[in-house]
């Protein structure tokens, strides 16, 4: 029985070796401490995901960047870990000659790695001026229709940490008020069909860069990352020097919880005026009451205007800050003429601000391609 006991032993220590030493998702065996590292940021990933999305269908935008493909991974894992359906999405803007080339090459890297995907193209006009934002909303635009079609309710998207300090950084810069320094949250509805889960804030560039560089040994470098025409990339380099002085990036992410905790507080005083100052005649018309302006705090008027601006126009930003302010400030003088602001109409009607979506509604289209 000894004897038995301790061949059963010998042969249970070898085949936790061998175990130890598979082809493994997350580590390649030369690197017991790589496992652990993606673990880790996938064990983040998936708390995130799960208390929002659980088991069901969703898409994921790629670009084919570090982020994007490190999103990619960490979804087929989820999906093959709960059964989801996954819709991997390519957009191609058409803002640069090569870019149906470099959508190609995105999908022929998630090929390689099993993961199947589309291509939404852009078919519309090219944008000459404000190049980023506008790419930006084409590029929602092509999900959230694609989206809408196949009745996928949830986008995951790559922002991560770097990005939420870039955006605070950004709209520092233009004066922006708590909501704007609040920068992006972990979840956002968009066009009131669409949830925008963002799993990564928590995890810097590098971390994601290093999944990738160890699942799809490549990625895609965009062009425009080194462009300093470009705001966010003048920032990104700013944002180096600083480190050199002693800039602490964690400082500034616990800086942008502290304002996105203040910035729930002060939701909570905005829905409550909305709920006794604002109502919807139909989806795409509101009316406000003008008490709103003597019942409520300068900062609650703010955010109440920007969040029914959104809504109604079904846009995913509101308008700048600043137009938003003015606004406010010629309702309150009894200057207000009809006037368009964010994709609505606004005029006065006795006591209250008629707010309506313009008639004049871009569907732009995307196509597919298998």
């Not at 939404?120 to 635009?141: F, M, T």
């Not at 320094?181 to 860069?209: C, G, H, V, W």
């Not at 005026?273 to 008027?301: G, P």
Request: with cysteine.
């Amino acid at each position: 029985m000894l004897k038995l006991n301790l061949i059963r032993n010998t042969w249970c220590t070898m085949l936790l070796w061998l175990y130890s030493l598979r082809s493994d998702p997350f580590c390649p065996a030369k690197s017991p401490s790589l496992q652990t590292r993606q673990q880790d940021f996938y064990t983040n990933f998936k708390l995130a995901v799960f208390k929002n999305i659980k088991n069901k269908s969703f898409a994921l935008a790629v670009s084919g960047g570090p982020d994007s493909l490190c999103l990619a991974y960490f979804a087929k894992i989820y999906a093959s870990e709960f059964g989801n359906k996954i819709h991997v999405l390519i957009v191609d803007h058409n803002l640069r000659k090569k870019s149906g080339k470099e959508a190609l090459k995105v999908k022929e890297i998630l090929g390689k790695r099993k993961i199947s995907s589309k291509i939404l193209s852009w078919k519309g006009e090219v944008p000459k001026s404000n190049i980023q934002k506008k790419a930006r909303d084409i590029r929602y635009v092509l999900l959230s229709n694609y989206c809408l079609k196949n009745k996928v309710k949830y986008l995951i998207t790559a922002h991560h940490g770097d990005d939420q300090i870039e955006n605070f950084f950004i709209r520092l810069l233009r004066g922006s008020g708590l909501t704007g320094l609040s920068s992006m949250p972990e979840q956002a509805k968009y066009n009131n069909n669409l949830k925008i889960i963002r799993p990564f804030l928590s995890l810097e560039k590098k971390d994601l860069k290093y999944v990738t560089l160890n699942y799809f040994k490549t990625y895609i470098k965009d062009p425009s990352n080194n462009n300093e025409k470009f705001l966010r990339v003048r920032i990104r380099k700013y944002r180096k020097n600083m480190e050199k002085e002693g800039l602490d990036t964690r400082k500034i992410i616990k800086t942008v919880d502290n304002l996105v905790s203040a910035n729930q507080a002060l939701n909570f005083y905005k829905n409550k005026a909305l709920y006794k100052h604002a109502s919807f005649v139909t989806k795409n018309k509101c009316l406000i009451n003008k008490r709103i302006f003597s019942d409520e705090a300068q900062e609650i008027v703010f955010k109440s205007f920007s969040d029914i601006l959104s809504l109604v126009s079904g846009t995913y930003y509101p308008p700048r800050s600043k137009k938003v302010i003015n606004l406010i400030n010629r309702i309150k003088k009894n200057k207000l003429i009809k006037c368009t602001l964010g994709g609505c109409i606004l005029e006065e009607k006795n006591n209250f601000i008629l707010i309506s979506k313009e008639s004049k509604i871009r569907k732009e289209s995307y196509q597919p391609q298998k």
